[in-house]
Structure formats: C-alpha cells, structure tokens
C-alpha cells in the first residue's frame, strides 16, 4: 500500500472510530432504556442535540413526554385508552423520572398497587428529599404489604422495540468497523433482553387483569392447600431430622408418603400449574413466564429424584433437598400474601370518585348531582376490586337513574361509615343515598328480582350484602353495601 | 393459675389440655350456658376457648339470629346462622363478661392484630395462640397480654 492509500485507510479508521465512539453513547443510553435503568432518561437528555442521533433522541424524549404525560392522566380518570398511550410513548423513549410520582398515583387510583409501589421506589431512589418525596414515601407505605413483592417492571411498558429501529445512524456505512464479536455480543444482548421482557410474576398479572383475581385467588389456594401445606410444607421438620442425622423410623414413613406415595410431586405440581393456562390462558404459562415458578419446577425435580438417597438417610443430599423445600415453603408463603392481597381492596376516595366517574360517563345525567364523601382514612375490605366495582358501579347506576326520575334538585350522595362487631369484626357500610321517594327496592329486588346474578355472585363471594335504610339530610332513600373490613395487616384497634 | 375452663363445641381442646396441661385442673363446657353454670359453680383462673362451634346445635348457640340476619346479611338467615357459628367463641366471651366474668381468655386462632386488639378493647384481657401447643399456650396463659 502506497503513502496515500494509507492516508485514506487513516482517515477511514479515524472517520469509523468516531462513529463508533458517538454510537457507543447512542448505544449505552439505549442499552439503559432497555434493560429500564432510571437513568436511561438522563443518558438520553445527555446525547449531543447538534449530532443527527442526539437531535432524533431528544425530539423523541419531547414527544414521549406529551404521551407519557396524557397516558398517566387517562389512567388515573380510568380511560381504557390509557394503555395504549404509555405504550405508544415507551415505544418511543424513556419516562422521564420527575414523572415516576404521577405514574404512581395513578396506578395506585387504578388499584395496580404493586405498579404503584414499584413506582414510588423509582422515585424515591432519584428524587432528593423533599416534602414531595416525604408524602412519597407515606404513600408508599400506606399500599398494602403485598407491595412488597420483588420489583420487575410492568409489562405494559415493556414490549418497546429498540429505539435504534426508530433513529438510524446515518454513519450506518461505518459499521463495518464494528468487529462480528460486537455484532454476536449485540445480538445476545438483544435476545437477553427480550428474553427478560417476556418475564412477569403471577402478582403483576393479577394486578393487569383485575377480573381474573377471583379465579387465580382459587387456584392459588387449590396450590397451596392440595399441594404445598402437606407436601412440601410439613415435611421439613423431616428433612431436617436427615440432615441432622436423626431421623426416627416414623419420621422416615411420613418422609417418604409425603414426598413420594402417591401421586408423583411433578405431575401433581403439572396439574396445579396447568390449572392456570388452562382456565386464564396461555399467558399464565407460569413457569415459562414466571421466574419462581421456573425455580419451583427445578426445585421439585431436584426432590423427585432424591429418593433413593433420603430413604438411606443420606445427609448430603437431604441438605440440598432441605434448600429446595425452603426455598417451595417460601413461594407458598409468597403465594398466601398474595392471595390475600387480592381479596382485599381499599376503599378511599380515588376509588369512589373513580366509580362514580365510570357512571356519570356511561349514563350522561349532568342534571344529577353525584356527590362522594370519602372516608377520612382508606379502608380495605375483604372483597376483589372486581367484585366491589361491579357491585358499586350497579347500586350507584340505579341511583343516578332514580334520581333523575325524581324531583329536582335530583342528587346522589356516597359515603362510607364503619361499625365494630361485637365478635371484633369490623363492617364497612358503604351508602348510596338519591332524592327519588319512589321505587324502594327491597334487599330480594336489588339482587334477584333484577336478574342480576353476577351481582349476587360477586356479594357472596365476599360474604357482603345489600340493604335498605331511611335516608335523612333531605334524601328519599339508602341503599347501603355491606361489607366486612379486611383486618389483616392492620395493627390498631377501631 | 391452677384452674382452665375449657368452651368448646367437641372435646379435642379439653383432651389436649388434661395431657399436656395435666398440672392444671380442666374443666370443659360446650356451650355460653355450661360455661356459666361451670364458672358460678366451681370458678376458674382462665378460660381457654375455641372460635368455631360449627358442630353446635343452633339451639345451643348464644347471638341473635334474627338480629345478625338483618344487620348483616340482608335478612339471609343462613348465612348468619353460619356466622355465629364460625364467630361463637367470641360472642360466648361477650356473654360471660357480661355476666360479670373478667378472667384471662385465650383463643387458640391466628387473629389478625387488629382483630386481637379490638376483642381486648371489647372484653378485656383477652389474647390468642396460633396453635395447640402446650408451652405456647402456657406462656400466653401465664404473660397475659
């Protein structure tokens, strides 16, 4: 090669190296965005807006930050169209964090608490302290404790595509420096992350699909009452006696029944797991999705082919056996809060006004005053969203439409009181009173004569009921939903 | 603490308690009635009670059915039938403070604290154990709250 050619394949090498050290940047601030590092936004913020990538970057963080901004407004009016736009602004860039506590709030109104709690703890990790961050914080502890499940980030901003299909270099020629390796590491990187976008957790799906919690609080107790507690969870005093090498010979009976009479652990673990596809559908394929439940299945393989060795009381193996119930023990436990969770909703009011809103919307009846008094403090009761949405939304329906067949002013008022039992049971009386004197309902009428036999379901299920009272403070009537306070987590008398 | 009262609607609990409590001297009773009877009878030092009397006749049970019925339950008086006997345990003690019977209660039950805490509010000195286990159970006797 001449003194020339080498000039040229200089200035080439040079020309590549600096694309490369600009795309590095491009590339670090979106490998930051795709593995939902907080600091994806201010690595974005930071690209240079006078190069072509960091101009399209910033004109992209502009835009998202319009969508992100509208889509946390209709998520917190309830407006199915919500999703469609955080998605359509996580397609495009990173939230930025002085949005995390909005976002929060906003899926705490929807009910989506742990999106919520993983939300404010965004928050709370970036934002310096503050009276903001001090109420933050109060919020964040006040959610429920199934909120403190391991954070993985919400499906719904997850499926974004890589940005760099949305902002093409346009030094794409210089790739060809870009040694394979990095093209190979580039790709398992991709696949990583995709692979990682696909995970979710029971929890999360459960928050997403609030109709669904019912049946997954069944099938989560068929798992643990027919599988874990006498099977994997009794066992380990057992184990333990293995371990320590004293194992009495009834110990050893009760051992191997548990473990290994009957029907083998992997296809009675298959059929509880299967439960969920089968009745929720193909995305509750837990053990491909979830990680637990991937864990579990290692787990009880382990167990199932331990046989031998714990039956000659080999230690060794039943330490690794004992580690693997533990760690079974711990997902039962993780399953029961959650469970729990789930038949739990709060009653605040965000919820009511919530409810409230969805009516005003669908029944258009501006004449009708619809008035919320929420309670001081939010209250759980022992009841699904689902259930007590579809309940409220019912009773306040028919008093809106009353109200509007009766005498102005027509109005409609909600409320909430609550009452001690004298079995130290707590019960949350929601009230509806309207201003139309006709067309009382009796208790039958307001749940059978109607035909509403979801509405009857849903009251049953959390051993709720309706009722109806004298109304007084210029209202004709009450129709008041009953319902008993969920007393766990809670730690102070009424 | 020499003297139990046990209420309960089988025998499991008094069974238990002459076993692994044999130092205390036991005495049982099925029902609000027999437990008064028995403590204006004889006394006791502490009561230990079951929560459950789902094997108790509803004539034997103490609560208004009627009432619960109406309060609760939308006039449905099967399911408040149901919960006077899951509650029983609880409206038992009501009537035994209201006769003037401030003894020790334990409840073998995972109450919720708040739960827990608002019995004691109602009745006094009142306190639960998770599971029949005869150490826990003498510790919660003995510690009171």
Not at chain 1, 64 to 84: F, P
Not at chain 1, 155 to 173: K, M, T
Request: aromatic residues 6%; glycine residues 6%; hydrophobic residues 50%.
């Amino acid at each position: 090669m001449g003194r020339v050619g080498r000039l040229a394949a200089l200035a080439v090498a040079v020309v590549a190296l600096a694309a490369c050290a600009r795309d590095r940047a491009w590339q670090s601030a979106e490998a930051l965005w795709q593995r939902r590092d907080p600091g994806a936004w201010a690595a974005w913020a930071k690209l240079d807006p006078a190069t072509p990538d960091g101009a399209r970057a910033h004109d992209a963080l502009t835009r998202a930050d319009a969508e992100y901004r509208r889509g946390i407004a209709l998520l917190g009016d309830g407006d199915a169209r919500a999703r469609q736009v955080l998605e359509a602004a996580a397609k495009r860039a990173p939230l930025d964090p002085v949005l995390y506590l909005p976002l929060a709030r906003a899926y705490h109104r929807r009910g989506l608490d742990e999106r919520a709690a993983a939300m404010y703890r965004k928050f709370l990790a970036l934002a310096p302290p503050s009276a903001q961050t001090n109420g933050a914080r109060r919020e964040l502890a006040a959610l429920d404790d199934d909120v403190g499940l391991p954070f993985e980030p919400p499906p719904l901003l997850s499926s974004a595509p890589s940005a760099s299909s949305q902002l093409p270099s346009p030094l794409a020629p210089a790739l060809w420096a870009i040694p394979p390796a990095a093209a190979l590491l580039a790709l398992a990187g991709w696949m990583l992350a995709r692979r990682r976008a696909r995970r979710t957790s029971l929890a999360l799906l459960a928050s997403a699909h609030p109709e669904l919690q019912p049946a997954i609080a069944f099938l989560v107790g068929c798992l643990r009452h027919e599988f874990f507690k006498h099977r994997i969870v009794a066992v380990g005093d057992a184990i333990r006696a293995i371990a320590a090498g004293e194992l009495a010979e009834s110990e050893r009976r009760f051992l191997l029944m548990r473990l290994f009479g009957g029907e083998p652990l992997a296809v009675a673990w298959a059929g509880h797991v299967g439960a969920f596809m089968r009745v929720l559908g193909p995305r509750f394929d837990l053990v491909r999705f979830d990680p637990a439940f991937a864990d579990a299945n290692r787990d009880l393989a382990l167990i199932g082919s331990a046989r031998a060795a714990l039956s000659r009381g080999d230690g060794e193996a039943a330490q690794r056996v004992l580690a693997a119930q533990q760690r079974l023990a711990a997902l039962d436990a993780a399953l029961g809060r959650l469970a729990l969770g789930l038949q739990h909703t709060v009653v605040d009011g965000a919820l009511l006004s919530e409810l409230a809103a969805d009516v005003q919307r669908e029944l258009g009846m501006p004449a009708v005053e619809l008035v919320v008094d929420a309670p001081a403090s939010a209250i759980a009761v022992e009841s699904y969203r689902f259930d007590l949405a579809l309940v409220v939304r019912n009773v306040l329906r028919n008093a809106v439409v009353a109200a509007a067949k009766g005498p102005a002013p027509a109005r409609v008022a909600v409320d909430v009181d609550v009452a001690l039992e004298p079995t130290g049971d707590e019960v949350v009386r929601l009230r509806v009173r309207d201003t139309n004197p006709d067309a009382v309902p009796s208790p039958a009428e307001l749940t059978e004569a109607r035909g509403l036999a979801l509405i009857r379901a849903a009251l049953q299920r959390c051993d709720g009921s309706l009722s109806v009272e004298p109304a007084g403070d210029g209202f004709a009537k009450c129709v008041v939903v009953r319902l008993f306070r969920a007393l766990h987590g809670a730690t102070e008398a009424a | 603490m020499s003297r139990l009262l046990v209420i309960e609607d089988g025998d499991e609990y008094a069974e238990f308690a002459r076993v692994f409590l044999a130092d205390l001297e036991v005495t049982a009773a099925h029902s609000a009635a027999d437990a008064l009877a028995a403590l204006r009878a004889h006394g006791a030092d502490a009561l230990l009670i079951d929560l459950r009397f789902d094997r108790a006749p509803a004539s034997a049970l103490v609560g208004d059915l009627d009432a619960t019925a109406a309060r609760l339950f939308a006039g449905d008086r099967e399911r408040a039938l149901r919960y006077l006997q899951d509650e029983q345990g609880t409206l038992i003690l009501a009537d035994l403070r209201a006769a003037g019977f401030a003894l020790p209660a334990l409840f073998v039950h995972d109450f919720p604290p708040r739960r827990l805490a608002n019995l004691r509010r109602l009745y006094g000195d009142v306190n639960a154990v998770s599971s029949l286990d005869a150490a826990t159970i003498r510790r919660a006797l003995g510690g009171g709250r």
